[in-house]
Nanobody, 123 residues
Framework: QVQLVESGGGLVQAGGSLRLSCAAS????????MGWFRQAPGKEREFVAS????????YYADSVKGRFTVSRDNAKNALYLQMNSLKPEDTAVYYC????????????????WGQGTQVTVSS
């Protein structure tokens, strides 16, 4: 099982950018599909983006498509989420997660989770 630690969250004005990182432990990171989810207060955890093991395929929620970019560096055991043109509705705790298999959309598709990093976008 892989262990995950997110970083890079913070407070940013609307229209600004942030880059989240997720550091993974273990030598098998490159075998996992990975994902980003977020959860705002009083709301369910929602899918943001995911990427397959090699980085050749990426998937995005409609709400972030064209603004966010997911990437990975298997040599560094790292996952990234570049967030541009941020909006107040992007405010949430962001989690990275490692997939259990070849499906990368639902929380149930993921077996390992980080502790989360807070992103706050002010208007």
């Amino acid at each position: 099982q892989v262990q995950l630690v997110e970083s890079g969250g913070g407070l940013v004005q609307a229209g600004g950018s942030l880059r989240l990182s997720c550091a993974a432990s273990g030598r098998t990171f490159s075998s996992y599909g990975m994902g980003w989810f977020r959860q705002a207060p009083g709301k369910e955890r929602e899918f943001v983006a995911s990427i397959n093991w090699s980085g050749s395929r990426t998937y995005y929620a409609d709400s972030v498509k064209g603004r966010f970019t997911v990437s990975r560096d298997n040599a560094k055991n790292a996952l990234y989420l570049q967030m541009n043109s941020l909006k107040p509705e992007d405010t949430a705790v962001y989690y990275c997660a490692a997939a259990l298999g070849s499906s990368y959309y639902l929380p149930a598709d993921f077996g390992s989770w980080g502790q989360g990093t807070q992103v706050t976008v002010s208007s």
